[in-house]
């Protein structure tokens, strides 16, 4: 059993990538091999827009043909039992590696319909599970208004279209810095600091459960 995770920031050791590597602990808890992939490391771009996929009869049907350093990973999540994906909020939305790892994992499975009796939706050969983490800078509060959670459900909803099973962990108001005393900045320092301290044990507790959680599932299936 295999569940590959993927890093969408740039940041290898800081709070997206840690609580990856927690996730992959808890699967590995239950038996998985567990592989991180920094997206950053990677030289890629999103979808090209040449509709290979699509081509019916075509050698590339239901894959991206793109070669890049993206498609041996591709190829790759095809035999996985599951993928986690992980991505700081950039903007109001993922980062954009991540977003372009997304359209070229996504895409090439979608097929296009627009009648509830058409075929499924997937083109993807089996049902694996899928988890996302997301983190942000942002306080709960401001996240939910900010609809960051509501793009988190779309997110998710596609996945489970695509993939069969989804869900998301979303963890706010998360500590970036090491010194906030250099950083151009109005947090409540000390406030933030006490969060950490008290919360982030508590993410990285949640993101081992649902490694776990996935790579159970994952083993039911098998």
Not at 26 to 44: E, I, M, P, R, W
Not at 138 to 156: C, D, F, L, S
């Given at each position: ?143 939910r208004e900010a609809g960051y959670e509501k793009n988190a459900a ?67 299936v098998q």
């Amino acid at each position: 059993m295999e569940i590959i995770a993927f890093n969408g920031s740039p940041r290898k050791t800081w709070n997206t990538a840690t609580l990856l590597e927690k996730a992959l602990e808890g699967a590995a808890s239950q038996g998985a091999t567990t592989k991180l992939v920094h997206l950053y490391d990677l030289n890629f771009k999103g979808c090209m827009s040449d509709f290979s996929c699509k081509l019916i009869g075509g050698s590339n049907y239901g894959r991206c043909a793109i070669k890049d350093d993206l498609e041996p990973l591709l190829r790759e999540i095809e035999k996985a039992d599951a993928i986690v994906l992980g991505s700081p909020i950039y903007l109001g939305v993922v980062t954009g590696e991540m977003r372009s790892f997304m359209e070229r994992l996504i895409f090439p499975f979608l097929r296009y319909q627009m009648s509830a009796s058409a075929p499924p939706p997937s083109l993807f050969p089996r049902k694996i599970q899928t988890g996302f983490i997301y983190t942000t800078g942002a306080p709960e509060e401001m996240a939910r208004e900010a609809g960051y959670e509501k793009n988190a459900a779309q997110t998710e909803g596609m996945m489970k279209m695509i993939f069969g099973h989804a869900e998301f962990l979303f963890c706010t108001d998360t500590y970036q810095f090491d010194d906030y005393a250099k950083i151009d900045q109005n947090f409540d320092v000390a406030k933030k600091a006490a969060r950490r301290k008290q919360q982030f044990p508590l993410d990285c507790q949640k993101a081992f459960e649902m490694g776990a959680r996935l790579a159970k599932q994952a083993a039911a299936v098998q």
